[in-house]
């Protein structure tokens, strides 16, 4: 039988407690239908409104939190609500607000810029700071929800990154528990009032793997934490790191009458499909996000998407997978984000990431964060130009920045793109910042014989020879870097013939086509012609 894992941790408070582990997650922000009214009339003035009353209710809370509380708990309270009562905060939030931005992202994004610099501080005091703006943030996101953050099970041994002072006097900690934590400082107002309390709690353990309920002893005389046998410990990487090779691609055992080999991945619309992923049968060749990124809540939520890229991730093991980006815009709005003037004016995909950068920030490092779990490649949808691509990069390099000065574990995934906009397609030996191509046929074919959304599918099969054409001369322009079909063109067996003549050997379709085309291309050579016998 396997030995339990004995990780070395710094003790914050003395004691030893075992119990299920409680894993904490960042608490969602509003959902769409609890948005307040943000019409570009109203915008700064109900936005802020509905601020302004959720910081009401948070220091009322506080309030009652605070009612018998002990000296030092007491202190710690009103060390919040002046913080939530700061002018500067308010006018900070405002003017983002003026500036068009939702109330949810105008808060998010001034908490965590003020977080920021309490992290890059040189004083541990300084940095121990930091999860009480960040207890502050979260409870105000509970209050424009209407959701307050839950209390966890009593007798738990509570794990996460770090936790939040009010937290931890809001629990009934008489039940027995403890507190491991990823990060964390002795330093900080958790560990002091832990050791009030006579809580045991370790910091500093670095992020290991848990599952809810999994049984864990905090050791905090010796700072060690013990988890169950086939737990593990998710090692540190470096900040940012750039890929080496192709990451696109993978050996398989399908290959066409002639022998050449062809990757077959599968596209995830729902995130109830991830559950279906048979890791020893294919890789995620598209991950369509804006389907479970459905509004301005989830937007705004980096844990939320982390915890969705990250179960993708783990299930599909060694294989590799590739998330596009939120293709939003269009005739696909992001709930909540209807009215913004981005949307009115017709923009869709990475321009109007790059016109609403809080929307991409937040993406940006869910998925760097992702990384980590798996083979992870990120897709940019709706690319026209080169400068697009050079300018999401910068984001990505930036968030990378901030989470390394965080220590935040990350790495920096390929960033290919989508090949849907007939300008693009033409001239793709222009963009030699995207690692990896990937076609969209459905988009593509819209475009190229300018017809309605509406309308595409009756005339996809008299389009299909000059996007074939299309095609063929865009695979030539790739210089070798690895190239995918993930429309529904590569899920049609009618078409298969022209993509492998287009030179095309990875193809990403739904999961319920994968069986026929799996079948016609192992009936066909590597130009498309029939095999022999055939």
Request: proline share 7%; hydrophobic share 45%.
């Amino acid at each position: 039988m396997a030995e339990p894992l004995r990780l070395k941790a710094k003790s914050a408070s003395p004691g030893i407690a075992s119990g299920p582990a409680f894993l904490a997650e960042e608490p969602k922000a509003p959902s769409a239908a609890e948005q307040p009214d943000t019409a570009p009339a109203s915008r700064a003035v109900g936005g802020y409104g509905a601020l302004e009353k959720a910081i009401d209710i948070s220091i009322s809370e506080l309030e009652h939190l605070a009612d018998g509380a002990d000296a030092e708990s007491r202190d710690i309270i009103d060390f919040q609500i002046e913080v939530l009562r700061d002018p500067t905060i308010a006018e900070a939030t405002g003017a983002r607000l003026e500036a068009d931005e939702n109330v949810v992202f105008a808060w998010v994004a001034t908490l965590d810029a003020y977080i920021g610099e309490l992290e890059a501080a040189d004083e541990e005091q300084m940095r121990a700071r930091a999860v009480d703006i960040l207890d502050i943030k979260n409870r105000v996101l509970g209050a424009l929800a209407g959701t307050p953050i839950a209390d966890f099970p009593p007798g738990s041994v509570f794990v996460g990154k770090d936790m939040e002072p009010s937290r931890f006097l809001a629990h009934d900690w008489s039940k027995g528990g403890g507190i491991a934590l990823f990060a964390g400082s002795t330093a900080g107002h958790v560990a002091l009032l832990a050791r009030a309390k006579s809580v045991p709690m370790v910091i500093g353990t670095g992020r290991f793997s848990a599952a809810d309920g999994d049984p864990v002893s905090v050791d905090g005389n010796a700072g060690a934490v013990i988890l169950q046998a086939g737990s593990m410990l998710i090692p540190p990487l470096a900040p940012a790191q750039e890929p080496a090779g192709d990451t696109q691609t993978t050996g398989g055992e399908l290959r066409t009458a002639d022998g050449v080999p062809i990757l077959l991945s599968i596209n995830i619309n729902d995130p109830a499909e991830i559950d279906a992923l048979d890791p020893a049968t294919a890789g995620v060749g598209l991950m369509r996000s804006e389907f479970s990124i459905t509004s301005v809540a989830d937007a705004a939520n980096e844990e939320q998407q982390l915890a969705i890229y990250r179960r993708v991730l783990e299930q599909a093991g060694d294989r590799p997978v590739t998330i596009r980006m939120l293709d939003i815009g269009g005739d696909k709005p992001l709930r909540g984000l209807e009215d913004l003037p981005a949307l009115a004016s017709g923009l869709r995909g990475i321009r109007l990431l790059l016109a609403r950068p809080e929307i991409a920030r937040v993406q940006a490092r869910a998925l760097l964060r992702a990384a980590v779990f798996g083979r992870l490649s990120v897709m940019l949808p709706m690319v026209t130009f080169p400068d697009e691509i050079d300018r999401m990069r910068d984001i990505f390099r930036e968030e990378a920045e901030k989470l390394g000065r965080r220590a935040l574990h990350h790495r920096m995934p390929p960033i290919g793109m989508m090949v849907e906009v007939p300008a693009a397609a033409l001239m793709l030996d222009a963009f030699g910042a995207a690692a990896f191509f990937s076609f969209g046929t459905n988009d593509l074919t819209q475009y190229l014989a300018a017809s309605a959304r509406d309308d595409i599918d009756a005339d996809a099969g008299k389009a299909a020879p000059a996007v074939l054409r299309l095609l063929a001369q865009a695979v030539k322009l790739t210089a070798g870097k690895p190239v995918s079909i993930c429309g529904d063109m590569a899920g049609n067996p009618h078409y298969l013939p022209g993509l492998l003549a287009a030179g095309l050997r990875h193809f990403s379709v739904a999961p319920a086509r994968r069986p026929a085309i799996r079948s016609a291309i192992i009936g066909l050579n590597a130009d498309g012609t029939k095999a022999a016998g055939e």
